[in-house]
């Protein structure tokens, strides 16, 4: 059994008490997420702005609720799914998972490739199956409660983001009016803009990552228990969830906000409104803001790359183990989670792979955020409809005002998908 010890929580670092909520925050703005608010920022300039401040409520409350299934029943999403639904949900949600998951394993790693070759140079194409092995070697390998601290410290990567805002010449007075007072629109490709943000931003793996590592967390823990067996241990876990996820979904808004903002400003201004990849948003900032922001955007694809890869992997390991009853876990060693482990290596290698065929994962990279955006529908309503059942939550069902978020969230969901397909003309 692996160790892990703490301090005790009333002398727990405000460090300390970051942890599945701070890691799936910021996985969240990951390489495929950069190209994804790149593309809007410079398709759409300031029109855009406002979606990062109104996901980041809906970011609470569902990454909430999530957390909290996890901590109260001891196990992931799927298994819950699986307990109480019928089997034809879970598959289907668990296959529609595992296929966006690895789409966007592939252009993370074939991203991270571009963009270590536009910064020292040489073969993309290996740098990819390098980050490839990297990623499973730090899962295989390396102990949980090492892995955890790690995937904590690659979130400060996010930071560059931020600092490029500052290197360029931005209109903040404009800005904030334009993120207050947003130029909407009703046309096709704006609404297929929102989802694939909306997509991005509050997507599936994410619901499976967090719920999954609140069960980590709690084995790893001496003494920890499941709240629906240990109550008493409620109230400092459910406080410390409510930190780390304001926290988590507060910083990946923040960062997904200036990925845009610095679209806008540096490219949509500048006429460029065409942009397929995050490593080509990092090349057109060369001219326009200087080498600086260039190499701090380009570094920082590497570094949430390298964030995000496992976590893709990961999530959709733990959704596809819990399925079947495999033992689950990146505490267990390979040998004592074969199934798990298998998944992760295939989402992987098939990630790493797909960067060698025809099929482009750049290109199918916006279009699997918008399935995520349609898929996330059913699987938010499935959630919360476990969250208020008392024969899953016990005495922890959620509150009516985290009831109100999750289902605001969940509309809103419903609703810019259902405008997208209503004004799309094919």
């Known amino acids: 059994m692996n160790k892990h010890t703490t301090k005790p929580d009333k002398k727990q670092s405000f460090w300390g008490r970051l942890g599945p909520g701070l890691v799936t925050g910021a996985a969240d703005d990951d390489p495929s997420g950069i190209a994804t608010y790149s593309q809007v920022g410079a398709g759409f300039g300031y029109a855009i702005l406002w979606t990062a401040c109104f996901t980041f409520p809906l970011m609470v409350g569902i990454q909430t609720v999530s957390a909290r299934i996890g901590r109260v029943?001891?196990?992931?999403?799927?298994?819950?799914?699986?307990?109480?639904?019928?089997?034809?949900?879970?598959?289907?949600?668990?296959?529609?998972l595992l296929v966006?998951?690895?789409?966007n394993i592939a252009a993370d790693i074939g991203a991270m490739g571009a963009a270590l070759k536009l910064l020292i140079g040489g073969p993309a194409h290996l740098y990819a199956i390098a980050f490839g092995l990297a990623s499973l070697l730090l899962q295989i390998v390396v102990p949980f409660p090492r892995y955890a601290p790690i995937l904590k410290l690659l979130t400060l990567a996010l930071l560059a983001y931020v600092a490029t805002v500052f290197v360029v010449k931005v209109p903040w007075s404009e800005v904030f009016?334009?993120?207050?007072m947003p130029s909407l629109s009703l046309k096709a490709?704006?609404?297929?803009?929102?989802?694939?943000?909306?997509?991005?931003?509050?997507?599936?793996?994410?619901f499976f990552w967090q719920a999954s590592q609140e069960v980590e967390d709690q084995r790893a823990e001496p003494g920890e228990e499941?709240?629906?067996?240990?109550?008493?241990?409620?109230?400092?876990?459910?406080r410390r969830i409510q930190i780390d996820t304001y926290v988590?979904?507060?910083?990946?808004?923040l960062v997904a906000f200036f990925i845009m903002l610095t679209a806008v400003v540096t490219l949509h201004l500048h006429g460029i409104t065409d942009v397929q990849t995050s490593a080509d948003a990092a090349q057109a900032l060369r001219p326009l803001a200087g080498d600086f922001a260039f190499m701090l955007f380009s570094a920082c694809i590497v570094g949430t790359g390298l964030l995000a890869v496992p976590i893709l992997a990961g999530s959709a390991a733990y959704a596809v183990a819990e399925s079947f009853k495999w033992p689950i876990g990146l505490g267990l060693q390979?040998?004592?989670?074969?199934?798990?482990?298998?998944?992760?290596?295939?989402?992987?290698?098939?990630?790493?792979?797909?960067n060698f065929t025809p099929i482009d994962p750049i290109k199918a990279l916006f279009w699997s955020a918008v399935i995520n955006g349609v898929i996330s529908v059913p699987i938010l309503i499935v959630m919360m409809l476990m969250a208020v059942r008392p024969d899953i939550m016990g005495e922890f069902v959620i509150t009516r005002r985290l009831t109100i978020l999750g289902w605001v969230a969940t509309a809103s969901m419903a609703i810019v998908?259902?405008?997208m397909f209503a004004t799309w003309d094919g």
């Open 73 to 96: 029943t001891g196990q992931g999403l799927a298994a819950n799914i699986r307990q109480h639904y019928p089997p034809w949900l879970l598959y289907g949600i668990v296959g529609l």
């Open 100 to 103: 966006a998951n690895t789409i």
């Open 177 to 180: 009016y334009q993120t207050v």
């Open 189 to 206: 490709d704006y609404l297929i803009a929102i989802v694939a943000v909306f997509g991005t931003t509050i997507s599936p793996y994410l």
């Open 226 to 238: 499941p709240l629906a067996k240990a109550p008493e241990q409620a109230r400092r876990q459910l």
């Open 248 to 253: 988590g979904m507060g910083f990946s808004n």
């Open 334 to 354: 390979l040998l004592q989670a074969r199934g798990f482990y298998t998944i992760v290596i295939i989402a992987t290698v098939l990630g790493v792979a797909l």
């Open 417 to 419: 998908v259902l405008a």
